[in-house]
């Protein structure tokens, strides 16, 4: 990866790194915690969805690939080019769909599940970044 995509890539991952402790903090409420900051919760799950995606983004243009339409579009290619697992790619294309809710109030938004969406946001999104970390010390 050439030095000023690794710089950008830096930036984008400390993106992800502090969005993740933010909502740590959120794990550590009871559910009436959480339900009283559905609002910032909500916000955080659309944060770590949209920093996923320009850091998927940015390992496509490394390899030539042209700009996604849509977050699914990010992690479909990066899954269909077997750069990332189908696996977590599909567990990212149904948190970013959450997100969609969430950001276009598609629905009536339920704390509840946005109270219950912290414990696999978190693991989904560290293992996120254990890829990326590692993809990103491959040879090029």
Known sequence: MAELRREIMERKLS???QFLADLDVYARLDSGG???????????LQLLCESAADIGL?????????LASSYREVFEALAR??????????????ACAMRNLLTHLYE???PTRVAAAIEP???????YLRWALAEIEKPA
Do not use: C, V
């Open 34 to 44: 959480r339900q009283r900051e559905h609002y910032a919760i909500e916000r955080l």
């Open 121 to 127: 946001a978190l693991d989904l999104y560290r293992r």
């Open 108 to 110: 009536t938004i339920d």
């Open 15 to 17: 993106f992800l790194r």
């Open 81 to 94: 080019e077997g750069i990332l697992s189908r696996d977590l790619a599909q567990g990212l294309i149904e």
């Open 58 to 66: 940015q390992f496509l243009k490394a390899r030539g690939y042209g």
